[in-house]
C-alpha cells in the first residue's frame, strides 16, 4: 500500500487549502479512509473519516469547515479546508485506517 499526500502550503487565516492523497496497491474503493493532523508538540488526531458508502464524520474541531471526500475511480482522498485557523497548522497524514499512512503533507496557517 502507497498514500502519496500532496496540496499542503502557507494560507492566511481564513484561507482555503485542498490536501489530496493518491493510493496505490490496494482496492481503493472498498476501504474505510481518513485524514489525520499532528501539530508540533501533540498527538496526531483523526480529523475526518469517510467510508467505503460515502459517509463521512469530523472530529469537533473542524466540522463546518472541513470536507472529505473520494474518487474511487482515480484512487485518490481529499480533504477540503475552509476558514482556515493558526491552529490548524499540522502535518497532514492520509490514512487507509488499517495501520498504513503516507508521509505527511505541511499545512502553516499563518499571516
Known amino acids: 500500500v502507497q498514500l502519496v499526500e500532496s496540496g499542503g502550503g502557507l494560507v492566511q487565516p481564513g484561507g482555503s487549502l485542498r490536501l489530496s492523497c493518491a493510493a496505490s496497491?490496494?482496492?481503493?474503493?472498498?476501504?474505510?479512509m481518513g485524514w489525520s493532523r499532528q501539530a508540533p508538540g501533540k498527538q496526531r488526531e483523526l480529523v475526518a473519516h469517510?467510508?467505503?458508502?460515502?459517509?463521512?464524520s469530523y472530529a469537533d474541531s473542524v466540522k463546518g469547515r472541513f470536507t472529505i471526500s473520494r474518487d474511487n475511480a482515480k484512487s485518490t482522498l481529499y480533504l477540503q479546508l475552509n476558514s482556515l485557523r493558526p491552529e490548524d497548522t499540522a502535518v497532514y497524514y492520509c490514512t487507509d485506517l488499517k495501520g498504513n499512512w503516507g508521509q505527511g503533507t505541511q499545512v502553516l496557517v499563518s499571516s
Open positions: 496497491g490496494m482496492v481503493f474503493s472498498i476501504y474505510d
Open positions: 469517510i467510508t467505503s458508502s460515502g459517509s463521512r
